[in-house]
């Protein structure tokens, strides 16, 4: 079974993602959505009182994500497939909570939704979309409140000369074993940049190590100045559907406070941004 954990926070992010979520499950034979909203805080579970007021917050959450999965897409007049649905709530910190509850509970995907402006408190801490990232052990698909669903058919691979990808590219293999889309890998050269061929022979070993892969692919270095503006521009004139990128895990410190060109890309491109990690 194909698992895909959607956090909602009833915001217009949210549904996106959600919609396309449920459009992307579709592809697969046999998969689950969980819709899991997260109540910001922690309480003492000790506390009669406390805890009768954390019983009451989630039992309203709950019938929310019920209204919201099943009543607000026809208010929108907006058509959700038929794919099986759960929810779950927690309470936590939205990013922290969603990563450890997709890590415990063995999820294959999340699929959350990303907007362009956020609180003073997400500028300096970091949004729940990239918090989750970071911290996330599964792949982490990134969803503008402005995407639509198109099935993927053109996907963009970026990657650079310090990537590991021998795990990204065995995630990626499995889903686009069932996706089929063409894929483009693609390094930027700029200037003082190292060559790639460690990395380009390990695409081709892992896409052909046991198995022949079940679509087309070309590995392309391109030249550009800004790595993140050549990416772009790229994916805009090759029309590609989702780009992939791979996240390297610096140090938690030196992440927490720096943002996150997969986060920037989804925000400012609008485009599907599919994160795998290097160990996963």
């Known amino acids: 079974m194909f698992r895909i ?22 592809l697969f034979p046999d998969s689950e959505i969980t819709l899991l909203h997260v109540i910001n805080g922690a309480f003492n ?7 009768d007021l954390m019983e009451s917050k989630k039992a309203a959450a709950l019938e929310k994500l019920g209204y919201f999965h099943e009543t607000y897409p026809s208010e929108l007049g907006i058509d959700i497939p038929k794919v099986k ?4 709530v927690k309470f936590g910190l939205p990013g922290f909570t969603i990563a450890e509850y997709a890590s415990v509970n063995d999820y ?12 003073l408190f997400d500028k300096m801490l970091g949004s729940a979309s990239a918090i989750t990232l970071r911290t996330a052990h599964c792949p982490v698909l990134l969803i503008h409140e402005n995407v639509k ?3 993927p058919k053109k996907i963009v691979f970026a990657f650079d000369e310090k990537s590991d990808l021998e795990d990204a590219l065995e995630g990626y293999w ?6 089929k889309a063409k894929s483009d890998f693609i390094h930027v050269n700029t200037e003082n940049k190292k060559d790639v061929l460690i990395q380009k022979s390990e695409i081709v070993e892992e896409l052909f190590e046991d ?9 392309k270095t391109i030249e550009g100045v800004d790595v993140h503006t050549t990416i772009k521009d790229y994916c805009l004139f090759e029309k590609s559907d989702m780009l992939i990128m791979v996240h390297r895990k610096e140090g938690f410190f030196k992440n927490f406070f720096k943002s996150h060109n997969s986060v920037r890309m989804a925000q400012e491109f609008h485009l ?4 795998y990690h290097e160990d996963n």
């Open 85 to 88: 649905i759960q929810k779950e």
């Open 174 to 179: 499995e889903l686009n074993s069932v996706l």
């Open 272 to 275: 599907p941004v599919l994160v």
């Open 149 to 151: 669903f198109n099935k």
């Open 108 to 119: 294959d995907m999340v699929i959350m939704g990303t907007r362009d402006k956020h609180s």
């Open 5 to 26: 954990l959607v956090p909602i926070d009833f915001f217009k992010t949210s549904f996106a993602a959600f919609n396309y979520a449920a459009n992307f499950s579709e």
């Open 45 to 51: 579970f000790d506390d009669t009182l406390v805890f």
């Open 211 to 219: 198995h022949d892969p079940s679509f087309s692919f070309e590995i």
